[in-house]
């Protein structure tokens, strides 16, 4: 069984930074690769970030040069630093990884969600 735990979001003013959190816990050996996906309210989920297995990692037009997803293996955690946010930032941000949970077995899982509101 796998679950994962975000956290660090929250409210911050425009132009300020949060750095959000998912760690993976239960019988995973490792994190493969995962997706930062949001979704603002009205809005359809869109991706944010990627990181892939290798360590390449990729950005939506949006948020390129202000976001910035990494991972610790050891911790089996993947983070999103976000920078200079704006107020078309807020959204709910859901980490979605793929773990590795045997010998090519890999399972695709989900956040609970991490609200963050970018507003003066």
């Known amino acids: 069984q796998v679950h994962l735990v975000e956290s660090g979001g929250g409210l911050v003013q425009p132009g300020g930074s949060l750095k959000l ?3 993976a816990f239960g019988s995973i050996f490792s994190i493969y690769a ?9 809005k359809q989920r869109e ?12 950005y939506a037009d ?3 040069g202000r976001f ?11 983070y999103l630093q976000m920078n200079s946010l704006k107020p ?3 959204a709910v941000y859901y980490c979605n990884p793929t773990v590795v ?6 399972l695709e899982v989900w956040g609970q969600g991490t609200l ?3 507003s003066s």
């Open 21 to 23: 959190s998912c760690a």
């Open 34 to 42: 995962a997706v930062w996906y949001r979704q603002a309210p009205g």
């Open 47 to 58: 991706l944010v970030a990627t990181i892939a297995s290798g360590g390449g990692t990729s």
């Open 62 to 64: 949006s948020v390129k």
């Open 68 to 78: 910035t997803i990494s991972r610790d293996n050891a911790k089996n955690t993947v």
């Open 88 to 90: 078309e930032d807020t």
């Open 101 to 106: 949970v045997g010998n090519d077995r890999y």
């Open 116 to 118: 963050v509101t970018v």
